[in-house]
């Protein structure tokens, strides 16, 4: 079978090791432009949120390059990922797109439907490839974020503006064609040193750490969040992430299938400010929220798409969190008119008053640093 699959940041590198290793041809869309969005957009309900546009832009463009079937990730409430797929399913299904449209999701009780589902998903392997394939792209997986993570880091001491991205675009490329665990450790340890070369010549001047929170598509996605994380890095910021795709995979899909998912330590960080799962992120915003102000980073950075349920919910509460643990927080809305110019003057306008209040915490505590 030809698959096509939504973006989610750079996981496609690991979705394309994944779907070889179940015998099928992965048809990649291009990474997302304005394009994609508009495309989906056509389609979409008016005021359903960002991400679903952008995902049937991506199924669109992926059907264009000649894929017969489109897997995409179920979900369920509170908040709209839990009807995605199926509308989805349903406008390509009007449009006339000739496709399999197979909703990766746990059966709850329609096993007929799931038999039906595994029987496409698995059809073509055979057991000893499929193992290559998940342990290639379970690397795969963990190999980008660790890349991404040292980006992260390296970026605000870059001598050469853009020297960063530009290795890590290279590096994930040959992630992509990478064929044994071997090639990929030879990767990670490649972009390290050549991270370090990249840092070492200003190691020295002061460096603002900032935690990144909000609904997961827009946190990773780069072309949707305006390229947040790239933007502030050379505004000499380190954005400490607090989403992670691993994490994720693990806790709500494998943890989540087997019952085995609980919410306890994020109910006890976000004690005093959110006593219940509120659907998406809404919850983690919050708990990773209190637990980044708890360990004095110097900013947060929320970010969600415009009509975003569950981050409103917790957009809601932040004022108050920022106020009691004496933290500045950002809150950026994002949609499909965002304009470049507002975001990037809002970005410089925070970092300044970080920089500024970090200037003044330094004096007044005789600090070397914040
Ligand atoms: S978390 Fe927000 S953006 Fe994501 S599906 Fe739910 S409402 Fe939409």
Known sequence: MKVTFPHLGNAYIAIEALLQGLGHEPITPPLSTKRTIEWGSRYSPEDICLPFKTILGNMLEGIELGADSVYMLGGWGPCR?????????IILHDLGKKVKFVTLEVPRGNWRMARERLRHIFGPTRTRHFLRGCQLSWAKLRAVEQLEQRSLQA??????????????ETQLQKLRMAQNMKTISRIKAETDEALQDLAAATASHAVLRVGLVGEIYTVVESFVNLRLEERLGRLGVEV????????WV???????????YNQYELLRSSRGYLHSFVGGHGLESIARSVEMANAELDGIIHIFPLSCMPEIIAQGILPQLSADKKVPILSLVVDEHAGETGFQTRLEAFVDLLQRRCTYVRKEKSLSRC
Do not use: C, M, V
Not at 155 to 165: N, V, W
């Open 81 to 89: 990922l839990g009807y995605y797929a199926e509308i989805q399913r």
């Open 240 to 247: 400490i992430r607090t989403i992670s795709l691993t994490e």
């Open 155 to 168: 970026r605000p001491l870059e001598k050469d503006h853009g020297s960063t991205s530009r290795l890590l």
């Open 250 to 260: 693990e806790e709500h899909i494998f943890k989540n299938a087997l019952g085995l």
